[in-house]
């Protein structure tokens, strides 16, 4: 069975929905994003735990809870055939997504409604294999892996 990884945001809700839907269209695929389960502040919960107890940004990298869950979401990443970028999504999104094309791995970028009505647009996204609008462009080249 082969795998794909779901990245986004741990504040975009959508994810879930994404993820569910991506299920119907590749039945025969494990469609990964049970890193949500984390919640929307677990990160902002991580950072004022390391600052409670003294640590820079650098120190909190280093510490049990943040390696943990970069070894959990490594780990899923290098067990997966592809991965789509689920826009809206931060800095650790398009670090995974850059590992994943580093990696040779299939990669898709879908965009959102805010992100299509951004002034800003990002030639660099020509790294991912498709960029699209609509996740069933992205399940139909999945489905040819």
Not at 89 to 107: F, N, P, Q, V
Request: with cysteine; net charge negative.
């Amino acid at each position: 069975m082969k795998k794909v990884y779901l990245i986004g945001s741990l504040r975009n809700p959508a994810i879930i929905d994404l993820g569910n839907e991506l299920r119907e269209l590749l039945p025969d695929w494990e469609v990964f994003n049970d890193w949500m389960a984390a919640g929307p502040l677990a990160d902002d919960c991580w950072k004022d735990y390391e600052i409670a107890r003294g640590r820079s940004y650098a120190e909190g990298l280093k510490g049990y809870a943040a390696r943990h869950v970069f070894e959990f979401d490594k780990h899923h990443l290098d067990s997966s055939d592809a991965a789509i970028l689920c826009l809206p999504a931060g800095r650790s999104g398009h670090l995974e997504l850059g590992y994943m094309a580093g990696k040779g791995k299939y990669t898709a970028i879908l965009l959102d409604q805010s992100y299509l009505d951004d002034e800003r647009w990002d030639c660099m996204y020509q790294f991912a294999d498709l960029v699209a609008d609509n996740l069933e462009s992205i399940a139909n080249e999945l489905r040819n892996l």
